[in-house]
T-cell receptor
Framework: KAGVTQTPRYLIKTRGQQVTLSCSPI?????VSWYQQTPGQGLQFLFE???????NKGNFPGRFSGRQFSNSRSEMNVSTLELGDSALYLC????????????????FGQGTRLTVV | SQQGEEDPQALSIQEGENATMNCSYK?????LQWYRQNSGRGLVHLIL?????REKHSGRLRVTLDTSKKSSSLLITASRAADTASYFC????????????FGAGTRLFVKA
């Protein structure tokens, strides 16, 4: 079956602009999480969505937002881009057990590499 | 702040040797997972160990979990050059929804 698809793969934006990244999870997976990866900070959790609801949020400013659609596809948006937002943004989907009692492994997309100039 | 912290940060070994990486975490967990990442690509899931398990095997991988010490180790036996990658542990908290927190990773370099 198809894996997690992230688009676009690469993006160059200018400071102050906004950007929207897309993630299509594996069919049947209802949980989608987003991560930011930078050489200095490692993998930082952004947020997690389940059934169109944000269940958890990491420690990022309000410029970072996301949403999930009824088909489980997710988007994340970063407004007023800063140079420090340059990173690899990874999306992961998982088949979370209903009721939140345990989660299975996460399947990652290849990521979107965002460069802010 | 990171939940998991891997140790060592970097490891260089010869092909055929064993590689051991450790992970420590801070809060109670539902499960702990190990992932591999090849040069800036997406992560690949290796193995999941639940909080009530102590050891798990998968091919050349062996994972142990000590919840009393809040630590886990990943052993790769008979390493190959293709094992060269960054390895991350990820903890899944069992409180308030799912927040999978990754450590900073161990960079493994296997010399042929």
């Amino acid at each position: 079956k198809a894996g997690v698809t992230q688009t676009p793969r690469y993006l160059i934006k200018t400071r102050g602009q906004q950007v929207t990244l897309s993630c299509s999870p594996i069919s049947g997976h209802r949980s989608v999480s987003w991560y930011q990866q930078t050489p200095g900070q490692g993998l930082q959790f952004l947020f997690e969505y389940f059934s169109e609801t944000q269940r958890n949020k990491g420690n990022f400013p309000g410029r970072f937002s996301g949403r999930q659609f009824s088909n489980s596809r997710s988007e994340m948006n970063v407004s007023t881009l800063e140079l420090g937002d340059s990173a690899l943004y990874l999306c992961a989907s998982s088949k979370t057990i209903e009721g939140g009692r345990g989660s299975t492994e996460a399947f990652f997309g290849q990521g979107t590499r965002l460069t802010v100039v | 702040s990171q939940q998991g912290e891997e140790d060592p940060q970097a490891l260089s070994i010869q092909e055929g040797e064993n590689a051991t990486m450790n992970c420590s975490y801070k809060t109670s967990i539902n499960n702990l997972q190990w992932y591999r990442q090849n040069s800036g690509r997406g992560l690949v899931h290796l193995i999941l160990i639940r909080s009530n398990e102590r050891e798990k095997h998968s091919g050349r991988l062996r994972v142990t979990l000590d919840t009393s010490k809040k630590s886990s180790s990943l052993l790769i036996t008979a390493s190959r050059a293709a094992d060269t990658a960054s390895y991350f542990c990820a903890t899944v908290s069992n409180t308030g929804g799912f927040k999978t927190i990754f450590g900073a990773g161990t960079r493994l370099f296997v010399k042929a």
